[in-house]
């Protein structure tokens, strides 16, 4: 049985999305559909490159920056077909990628993401990264095994819908902060109710990591986010736990334990701004 697609970009950066929308193209079957979420004002410049060429593309434009839960629900509101492929404008699908995606959900996965592997795109790896803060950068741990990340993950769109769920709106980026979970919350209640989840360890798919990406400052501002992720999500205790285990799994020696101290307490910072939020109180 082959199963249609639709491959869902959403995203605030055009001119990324652009060169997504160059990319996707070429990994798309023939009965396959592509919507793309524009999470940010676009002058009409803009929105006529992005429209252009119009086949089996569907562009919706939020008008003003409401955030990727916003725009990953809009776009399971009008997928035309069952099954989503979630794409980030920043990852390089490659055609065994989706056939692997859509032979796990005509498996009857409801859920199924691939390995997602940094691209540094030839820059030296900084001193202050190990392979334990890949995740920071939405890559996987190479020597580990792989998660269901948005990055790219393919879902049953009618069988979340019969279970009531959809991405947290709390969670996950809006504007420039580096808000996160989204995804994994989602996934993660999908599971406990039953679903059937299938990670594709062999399969991989690039991510392209900007050099802004690499600079300390970027990396403990997501360590932040993570940790008022966490709370919103109501995993806070756990969540430390588990960010100062991955942190401290960038291979032997003192500079990992160096790093995971730092980074864990960037996320423990984060918690503790969450939890002490107003608005957070007010709710």
Known sequence: MTVPLTVAVCSNRPDLLLAALDRL????????????????????????????????RTVL?????????YSRNLALKEAPTRHVVFVDDDIVPTTDAVEDLRAALADGAHVA??????DLQGRRTPWWLTTGQLHYLGSHHPDLPASIWGGCFALDRDH?????????????????????AEDTTLVRRLATLG??????????VRHLIPVHRLRPGY??????????????RGTARAGLHKEWRRNR???????????????????????????????????
Do not use: K, M
Not at 259 to 276: D, F, K, Q, S, W
């Open 160 to 180: 979340a819908r019969l279970l009531g769920l959809d991405f947290d709106s709390r969670l996950g980026r809006v504007g420039t902060n580096l808000a996160s």
């Open 249 to 283: 799994s960038g291979g032997p020696g003192g500079r990992p334990a160096v790093l995971a101290v730092l980074y864990t307490a960037a996320v423990l910072t984060g918690i503790g701004r969450e939890l002490l939020d107003p608005a957070r109180r007010r709710s």
């Open 113 to 118: 993401g691939t390995r997602i592997t940094a």
């Open 219 to 232: 990396l403990l501002r997501r360590a932040y986010w993570q940790g008022r992720s966490e709370v919103r």
């Open 25 to 56: 193209p070429g990994v798309l079957g023939t009965d396959d559909h592509l919507v793309v979420v524009v999470d940010t004002a676009a002058d009409a410049a803009t929105q006529r490159r992005l429209t252009v060429p119009a086949d089996r």
């Open 61 to 69: 434009f939020n008008g003003a920056t409401i955030g990727l839960s």
């Open 195 to 204: 679903a059937t989840t299938a990670v594709l360890h062999d399969t991989q």
